[in-house]
């Protein structure tokens, strides 16, 4: 993916910084955030990728890891059926990507990874990072501090499809919102990002109509609020005992 693709762009740092990232290479990893490491090793880039256009499909060759550095990312798995289910909605510093790390061979994508949000990241070749994990140990500790944080999200996500009840499915999906992408307001917190009744549906395994529906109960029992798109929780602890 190479130049700029439907909404997607690669940039390699600019030459200007090219001194600083060597400067930086003689740094301890471990006084180095988990993006210097990324950004400092052969084939580094940053990419941009528009809002709901795809990062990778299933079956694309495993070649690069990313790291987000502003924006969200949705990784859903796509079933031979055609059903497409969320795994995890991915904020700012998440890693993702890293299959062929784990495998220690060359492998292909499981998931289909979407910007739900216009999304800035930080990428690298598989093969660089593995390089750089056997060169220092260190290195390989920041990754898997950041891949645990990945698998929690995903755990998180599943916990979420768990329930059978809609209506408990959509009110856990908004208390992950929060807690990952909320930021505190005087009235409460406002989930910072622009959600559609289509794109909660796709994300929970709903209907539109029926996400419609449910957040209309939730903001006439004033449990919500919704104004251009964005959901602001007046009290998470509320919500959820109501639906607990």
């Known amino acids: 993916m190479a130049g700029v693709t439907s909404g997607f762009s690669r940039y390699s740092p600019h030459p200007s910084r090219k001194e600083a990232l060597k400067l930086g290479n003689l740094v301890p ?3 180095k955030t988990l993006h210097q490491v990324i950004r400092g090793l052969d084939g580094a880039s940053i990419e941009i990728v528009a809002r709901s256009k795809t990062i990778f499909f299933p079956g694309d060759p495993a070649e690069r890891v990313y790291l987000i550095r502003r924006g969200a990312v949705k990784l859903s798995r796509v079933y031979e059926s055609g059903e497409e289910i969320t795994v995890a909605m991915l904020r700012e510093n998440s890693l993702f990507g890293v299959l062929s790390l784990l495998t220690g061979h060359r492998s292909d994508r499981f998931y289909h990874a979407v910007a739900f949000t216009r999304v800035e990241m930080t990428t690298a070749p598989a ?4 390089q750089a994990m056997e060169n220092d140990p260190k290195v390989g500790l920041l990754l898997l501090q950041g891949l645990s944080s990945r698998i929690l ?12 009840d809609m209506s408990s499915r959509l009110v856990s999906f908004l208390l992950v ?3 990952d992408f909320g930021v505190p307001k005087k009235e409460g917190i406002t989930i910072d990002l622009k959600l559609s009744h289509q794109a909660i549906a796709e994300a929970i395994g709903s209907t539109r109509v029926t996400i419609t529906r449910l957040l209309g109960d939730l903001r ?8 251009r798109k964005k959901i602001t929780v007046f009290d998470p ?3 959820a005992k109501r639906f607990s």
Not at 153 to 161: A, F, Y
């Open 29 to 31: 990893s471990e006084d």
């Open 127 to 130: 093969t660089s990072v593995k």
């Open 153 to 164: 999200q995903t755990e998180t996500m599943i916990e979420t499809l768990t329930h059978r």
């Open 177 to 179: 919102l929060c807690r």
């Open 220 to 227: 006439s029992s004033g449990l919500v609020q919704i104004e």
């Open 237 to 239: 602890i509320a919500l």
